[in-house]
């Protein structure tokens, strides 16, 4: 009987102190999303200036350049996902993966070659755990982003898109990232990146001027395009690293929660057994005592 | 007189905005001012220095490190991949 209330005193206490380190990751991520939506927001003016220098550049110029035009016969696409570092975030990574392979599977299915590429360490080890080929993969910091990766694997990207496909360049460009829509609602998404899709200025935008470059239109948009890309890898880095946070600020409250309904389950069933631990003891004494009496 | 309207961003973060009455920077072919009215440009930076003469207060200087800036009926945007003000 002893041994009984010691089990349950022992699921007691790591249970508290399993639901102490829940509390303390939840209350970090909590700080953190703030600080991941602030520079996200921060990093949005040039993201914004960037896409509205393009879409002016492109929209008004009859140029070809290689990254507007798109290739008759798409046959390699790559396929960034952006996943998390660690784990305890709930669902967040599986589902940006699974994402990712919906993506894949159309773009198999419209006979293109898929060549991943991963960010996070939760990517690589889905990958690596089958087995499967990827291109590159970068790890760390997933999140806190920094610009300077950013640029990297934007350089990397811009460069394998710049090849031939001869000679194992890409056709095609998607990013696979969780977007930020709310505190409660992450979504996973997948975008393409390259060839760019333009949109054509609404009707109520007034139209784009008509731009002097300097000192050539194929210049300007040799050095504008892949910046454009990489603030669409930093700003979708952002997102998903604000998702991660909340995803996992979730997890760990739900977590705690769950530890706080473990704690009342065994502290009621430690009770119980301490109580019939009592109450057999007291009748064993009872028995004993009426044995003695009528002896 | 007509005013600038200048916004100067670095890639993860805004470094200054306001009215201005002109701006100074280098592109790849050399300097280049910006006063109201200017035809719209879209042009490369060099590394170096940029200018900007705002409406109210003390020039405003500012290192700039490569991007790219335009201008569109005086609003300028300099954009670029990496800014810092000077103060001195």
Do not use: C
């Not at chain 1, 299915?109 to 990958?127: C, M, N, S, T």
């Not at chain 1, 109450?279 to 009426?290: K, N, Y």
């Not at chain 2, 990496?82 to 001195?88: C, H, M, P, R």
């Amino acid at each position: 009987m002893g041994a009984q209330i010691r089990v349950y005193r022992q699921k007691i206490a790591s249970t508290s102190s399993m639901k102490k380190i829940f509390k303390a990751m939840e209350l970090i991520a909590t700080s953190r999303i703030g600080k991941a939506r602030s520079r996200a927001r921060a990093a949005l003016p040039y993201a914004e200036a960037i896409t509205r220098a393009v879409s002016a550049v492109a929209s008004q110029n009859d140029i070809d350049h290689v990254l507007t035009t798109k290739v008759d016969n798409p046959t390699r696409a790559a396929v960034l996902i952006l996943t998390s570092d660690r784990g305890l975030a709930g669902a967040y990574s599986t589902n940006v993966l699974k994402q990712g392979e919906a993506l894949t599977k159309r773009l198999r299915e419209d006979g293109k070659e898929v060549r991943p590429y991963l960010y996070g360490r939760k990517a690589q080890a889905f990958y690596d755990f089958r087995e499967r080929e990827y291109d590159q993969v970068w790890t760390g910091n997933t999140d806190a982003p920094e610009v300077e990766r950013a640029q990297e694997i934007g350089r990397t990207l811009v460069d394998r898109f710049l090849q031939p496909t001869e000679e194992g360049g890409v056709d095609e460009l998607y990013l696979v990232y969780t977007e930020f829509q709310s505190m409660v609602k992450q979504e996973p998404v997948a975008r393409r990146l390259l060839p760019l899709a333009f949109v054509e200025s609404d009707a109520e935008h007034e139209p784009n001027p008509l731009y002097d470059f300097e000192p050539n239109a194929e210049e300007v948009l040799d050095a504008l395009l892949p910046r454009y890309i990489e603030s669409k890898i930093f700003a979708a880095m952002l997102e998903a690293s604000a998702s991660e946070l909340a995803a996992r600020q979730r997890a760990m409250k739900s977590a705690a929660d769950n530890a706080d309904d473990l704690i009342k389950k065994y502290t009621l069933l430690r009770n119980n057994a301490r109580q019939a631990e009592i109450t057999q003891e007291l009748s064993e004494l009872i028995a004993g005592a009426d044995a003695l009496a009528a002896s | 007189m007509a005013e600038l309207d200048v916004q100067v961003v670095a890639s993860d973060h805004a470094v200054w905005s306001g009215a201005a009455k002109s701006v100074r920077g280098r592109t790849v072919e050399g300097d280049m001012g910006i006063l109201p009215g200017h035809t719209p440009v879209l042009s490369l930076l060099a590394e170096g220095e940029l200018l900007i003469d705002p409406v109210e207060g003390a020039p405003v200087k500012a290192k700039v490190n490569g991007g790219f800036f335009s201008v569109d009926s005086d609003r300028v945007t300099i954009v670029a991949d990496d800014a810092e003000l000077i103060e001195d």
